[in-house]
């Protein structure tokens, strides 16, 4: 007997990831670049985020040929962006048959109550969070694997430091707490009582966990790296810096030894200059991706 | 009864899954040492080749100038369970440890990947195995062994001391490769 599209098999191609460097790009020659220089899988997408944040405008799923160009043009795994909510988009990525469908609040959200009921589908599906409860409600709408938002297309760090921090000192003092407190901490986290005391159990999140939004350098990826994600999404960090190949060597290769501060040192020399980047703390509300979704 | 290996199973860990068998030998009684470099190799009685990317595996081992000292492991005889990706490492156009050639993502893309019990000559009872994005072996050189097929595609392949298999076991919770491959580094170090 075979079994296709169990959680087993959705959340296990995002364990075969863990360790590597996710990187955006936006047609196939940079797919290329992007699996020469060790990418563990590619997100395709019309637009990095710090080019959706400077044309502004609604920000949608990409033109399926290109998603079939970078399909073809690597054998890594694809992934692709539909909107918050949108299943229908959900719906034409499957039929694409990419590998992971990143419901992302880069993209302008689709539904303001509702995110995507992702048990529907065959394809895996990753989703942002922000805190321990938004990554369980994700995980309890079918997620099989989470990455913490920070702030996209910034090349600024602190929001996903920020994001990490929080999901990672919930999940320990949710370790803390004796069964009897679990029901209560699951209402103040509006998040699914089994999933609750998994955690509670593991201490961890039962799917695995990376970080994304504003890793820019080698020692970006490090950080996040030690503050506990298991892999690293860079999104426009390669592609608008000075030298995208060779950068995007330097942090796969800080993503594998992150541990050890002199092999990252030597992936940090001669890359020339990093993304144009942007405070967060200098953004209007209105400017910021992270608070989309809930 | 927890089996004990005088020297420690190495777990390539350049990039995959390396934390869960690192996990799984330590449950089983075994010392687990990630290796990301020649050095880390040094003194260790067996070894895993976990699965991952191998595309992105393959550029690490060739950043680290690891390809000859894995194939000297390979060659004194250290005891390898290779999975998934770890498999394609082995063939003839990776590392060439074994005369074979894998297919990459076989199955196909990972809508196709799937779980099945699956029989492997010398291991008992069917084993609970995970296929993520997976190869089969394609072809098999002389004096190489398909201990198990699925869909009529071999899967699992043994020359002495090193098993290669398509699949996870690590994903279902299935200890017997483990198990295997300690055994096999116990017998090695005596």
Redesign the interface.
């Known amino acids: 007997?075979?079994?296709?599209?169990?959680f087993?098999?959705k959340a296990?191609?995002a364990?075969?990831?863990?360790?590597?460097v996710i990187m955006d790009v936006v047609d196939a020659g940079q797919a290329r670049v992007a699996?020469?220089?060790?990418?563990?899988?590619v997100m395709a997408l019309e637009r990095v985020p710090a080019d959706i944040r400077r044309d502004g405008g609604v920000a949608r799923m990409s033109d399926p040929a290109m998603i079939r160009g970078i399909q073809q043009a690597v054998?890594?795994?694809v992934m692709a962006k539909a909107r918050i909510g949108h299943f229908a988009e959900a719906q034409v990525l499957?039929a694409l048959?990419?590998?992971?469908i990143d419901e992302s609040e880069v993209l302008t959200p689709a539904d303001e109550s509702n995110h995507i009921d992702k048990w529907l589908f065959?394809?895996?599906f990753v989703c942002g969070a922000t805190s321990l409860g938004e990554a369980l409600r994700r995980i309890g709408e079918g997620a099989a694997m989470i990455r913490s938002k920070g702030e996209a297309g910034t090349g600024d760090i602190v929001e996903a430091v920020r994001h990490l921090r929080a999901i990672g000192g919930e999940i320990r003092r949710i370790a803390t707490l004796e069964p009897g407190e679990l029901a209560g901490a699951a209402k103040d986290l509006r998040a699914p009582l089994d999933l609750v005391r998994s955690v509670a159990r593991d201490g961890r999140l039962p799917v695995v966990l990376f970080c994304a939004g504003g890793i820019a350098t080698p020692a970006d990826a490090s950080l996040v790296m030690q503050l506990g994600a298991e892999g690293v999404f860079v999104g426009s960090g390669i592609f608008k810096s000075e030298d995208p190949a060779a950068r995007a060597r330097a942090i796969?290769?800080a993503?594998?030894?992150f541990a050890d501060p002199e092999r990252v040192a030597a992936a940090s020399e001669g890359l020339g200059a990093a993304m144009a980047s942007l405070e967060t703390r200098k953004l209007a509300e209105e400017q910021l991706l992270a608070p989309r979704g809930w | 009864m927890n089996l004990v290996p005088r020297t420690p199973v190495g777990v390539l860990?350049?990039?995959?899954?390396?934390?869960?068998h690192r996990c799984l030998i330590e449950q089983l009684g075994g010392e687990a040492r990630e290796v990301?470099t020649p050095e880390d190799l040094v003194g260790i009685g067996a070894l895993v080749l976990p699965?991952?990317?191998s595309?992105?595996m393959t550029?690490?081992i060739e950043?680290e100038g690891l390809a000859q000292p894995l194939r000297e492991a390979a060659a004194s005889g250290v005891p390898i369970l290779a999975t998934?990706?770890g498999l394609i490492l082995l063939d003839r156009e990776h590392l060439a440890v074994l005369d074979m050639r894998a297919e990459?993502?076989a199955f196909g893309?990972?809508?196709?990947?799937?779980?099945?019990?699956v029989t492997l000559d010398g291991f008992g009872e069917p084993l609970h195995a995970?296929?993520?994005?997976a190869p089969w072996v394609a072809e098999l050189g002389a004096g190489l062994e398909s201990i198990g097929e699925v869909e009529g595609h071999v899967i699992a392949v043994r020359s002495g001391p090193i098993l290669a298999v398509a699949f996870?076991p690590e994903?279902?919770g299935e200890t017997r490769l483990h198990r295997w491959l300690i055994e096999q580094a116990t017998a090695v170090a005596v």
């Open positions: 007997m075979r079994d296709e599209a169990t087993r098999v296990g191609l364990e075969m990831l863990k360790g590597g699996e020469e220089a060790g990418a563990c899988a054998s890594i795994p499957e048959e990419v590998d992971y065959k394809v895996p796969v290769e993503t594998t030894h | 860990a350049l990039q995959g899954d390396f934390a869960a990301r699965g991952g990317e595309t992105t550029l690490g950043r998934c990706a990459r993502n893309r990972q809508v196709r990947s799937f779980e099945a019990d995970v296929f993520i994005r996870h994903l279902a």
